[in-house]
């Protein structure tokens, strides 16, 4: 498989046609999406404000790359220091893996993080590398004030299961507790999508400021 950093450097190619660097930082989100690759990749269509014609704005998919590399840089850090620590663990015998998982290895379906991949438009507002510092911050044992997630410091969102209520993180969906069948139920997403807009950036208008008639989130 060809790496992360190979593909960053297509996106930076300018000799490359533009199709073929916006599908590079296609491979690089699947490489690397700490909100899910649709909700990862909605956020860089704002942050970078990537346009709905690529040709009016082609630096749109650098500063994407960028962000998302900044990030990586961060998370790969704190991967390596992980990964040391969990040898040094097996080498004494201790074989389970601590509980809570870190953040870049729980399972979407179980974790507080779903929504994201329900309803990719309610990802966190963070910038990447700034989600990836409160991540690393909340592993290593920092009491953060608000949402774990995004630090929105707000009263939960109420939400019906059919059987019971939930609360959401207002800013970005997160759960901080199961419905109290002790299961996670799917999010239906307050604006209905479709895959296919998201990536054609059907919320973004031609001059990367978010189309005023596609709800982007």
Same mark, same amino acid.
């Given at each position: 498989?060809?790496?992360? /950093?190979?593909?960053?450097?297509?996106?930076h190619?300018?000799?490359?046609?533009?199709?073929?660097? =916006? $599908?590079?930082?296609?491979?690089?989100?699947?490489?690397?999406?700490?909100y899910?690759?649709?909700?990862? #990749?909605?956020?860089?269509?704002?942050?970078?404000?990537?346009?709905?014609?690529?040709?009016?704005? !082609?630096?749109?998919?650098?500063?994407?790359?960028?962000?998302? =590399?900044?990030?990586? +840089?961060?998370?790969?850090?704190?991967?390596q220091?992980?990964?040391?620590?969990?040898?040094?663990?097996?080498?004494?015998?201790? &074989?389970?893996?601590? $509980? !809570?998982?870190?953040?870049? /290895?729980?399972?979407?379906?179980?974790?507080?993080?779903?929504?994201? #991949?329900?309803?990719?438009?309610? =990802? !966190?507002?963070l910038?990447? &590398?700034? #989600?990836?510092?409160?991540?690393?911050?909340? /592993?290593?044992?920092?009491?953060?004030?608000?949402?774990?997630a995004?630090?929105?410091?707000?009263?939960?969102?109420?939400?019906?299961?059919?059987?019971?209520? +939930?609360?959401?993180?207002?800013?970005?969906?997160?759960?901080?507790?199961?419905?109290?069948?002790? =299961? &996670?139920?799917?999010?239906?997403?307050? +604006?209905?999508?479709?895959? $296919?807009?998201?990536?054609q950036?059907a919320?973004?208008?031609?001059?990367?400021?978010? $189309?005023?008639?596609?709800?982007?989130?």
């Amino acid at each position: 498989m060809t790496s992360f /950093l190979t593909h960053r450097a297509r996106v930076h190619d300018a000799r490359l046609p533009l199709r073929r660097r =916006h $599908n590079a930082l296609r491979t690089c989100i699947t490489l690397f999406a700490p909100y899910g690759f649709r909700a990862t #990749y909605h956020h860089l269509t704002l942050s970078a404000a990537i346009p709905r014609r690529l040709e009016a704005d !082609p630096d749109a998919l650098v500063r994407a790359v960028e962000e998302l =590399h900044e990030a990586r +840089v961060l998370w790969l850090a704190r991967a390596q220091e992980y990964a040391a620590w969990r040898r040094a663990e097996k080498r004494t015998g201790r &074989r389970a893996v601590a $509980n !809570p998982r870190p953040w870049w /290895l729980r399972s979407w379906w179980e974790g507080q993080d779903r929504a994201w #991949y329900e309803d990719p438009f309610r =990802h !966190p507002p963070l910038r990447l &590398r700034e #989600y990836v510092r409160r991540q690393n911050a909340i /592993l290593d044992g920092a009491d953060l004030p608000g949402c774990p997630a995004c630090g929105d410091a707000r009263p939960l969102e109420p939400i019906s299961t059919g059987h019971g209520w +939930v609360g959401l993180c207002r800013g970005c969906a997160w759960a901080p507790v199961p419905c109290p069948c002790g =299961h &996670r139920h799917r999010l239906v997403p307050q +604006v209905p999508y479709g895959w $296919n807009e998201i990536w054609q950036r059907a919320h973004m208008s031609d001059d990367g400021t978010p $189309n005023p008639h596609r709800p982007a989130g």
